[in-house]
């Protein structure tokens, strides 16, 4: 693979996040997505002959933001409940990609995607297909029949293979069984977080935000597989019971955590 060109912004006033002063003549030099050097325009090391210069004079240059909660598949505001009916499955690929180019516009360089976007949408950006910040993604939401992550109608129509790029926006989990191969599967498939959905939702349609949705059992168990291997768990809970649930459950994850120092 050829090597990436550099990109070398200079003279500008650096803030680096840490809490110090701002330094001004500052230079950032970059290989791709990947910062090489950064410091004083005096002690800026020799760049290649091809780099893509920056006059940076009299602009800030600071970190990149991270937005925690994102669904770049779900371009909801921008869509009714009757659209949802006339678009065909996995359109969300598309319709996050302008998404994620206006993420990155806003100077946010990190997302967690908590339902919706796969380990596609990743490599398309890993290599340059699109332009996205990096993903911390969660693929699908585990959440119990009927809960918030189960968008089916009483007629059977399911909003979620519309909005979502890999066919659905939950994995229905009912029980510890199911809750240990969903968990298990959403990182099979590439999930750096796993998302449950520990009390009810507005969206879905037979459920309420003060509804319970998966049970504390259910819950430890994806906890603590997911702590087996590193991955971290979020939680969709609005009220009080569905918050107290989900950290009791997570108890389970700190567990896990010290089992593996």
């Given at each position: 693979m050829p090597q990436q060109r550099q990109t070398v912004i200079e003279h500008a006033t650096l803030i680096d996040g840490t809490g110090a002063a701002p330094a001004q003549m500052h230079t950032v030099v970059l290989r791709g997505r990947k910062i090489q050097w950064v410091g004083p325009d005096a002690e800026t090391p020799i760049l290649d002959t091809d780099a893509v210069r920056i006059d940076g004079r009299g602009q800030f240059l600071l970190p990149g933001f991270i937005d925690s909660h994102v669904h770049l598949a779900m371009p909801t505001g921008q869509l009714s409940g009757t659209d949802l009916l006339h678009l065909p499955p996995r359109f969300g690929y598309y319709?996050?990609?302008?998404?994620?180019?206006?993420?990155?516009?806003?100077?946010?360089?990190?997302?967690?995607?908590l339902g919706g976007i796969d380990m596609a949408t990743e490599v398309a950006i890993e290599r340059g297909l699109i332009e996205g910040p990096e993903i911390i993604f969660a693929y699908r939401a585990l959440g119990p029949t009927g809960g918030h992550?189960?968008?089916?109608?009483?007629?059977?129509?399911?909003?979620?293979?519309?909005?979502?790029?890999?066919?659905?926006?939950?994995?229905?989990?009912?029980?510890?069984d199911e809750a240990l191969r969903n968990t298990r599967e959403v990182m099979r498939l590439g999930g750096k977080v796993i998302k449950v959905m520990a009390g009810g939702g507005v969206w879905s349609p037979r459920d309420t935000p003060w509804h319970d949705g998966l049970n504390i059992a259910?819950?430890?168990?994806?906890?603590?597989?997911?702590?087996?291997?590193?991955?971290?768990?979020a939680a969709h809970a609005q009220s009080a019971r569905s918050i107290s649930n989900a950290?009791?459950?997570?108890?389970?994850?700190?567990?896990?955590?010290?089992?593996n120092r």
């Open positions: 319709a996050s990609i302008p998404l994620q180019r206006a993420t990155l516009d806003a100077g946010v360089t990190t997302v967690r995607d992550g189960d968008f089916r109608t009483c007629c059977g129509f399911n909003q979620g293979e519309a909005l979502s790029p890999n066919g659905d926006i939950g994995f229905l989990t009912d029980g510890v259910e819950m430890r168990t994806i906890v603590e597989e997911a702590g087996s291997h590193g991955i971290p768990v950290l009791v459950a997570g108890g389970a994850q700190h567990r896990a955590r010290l089992r």
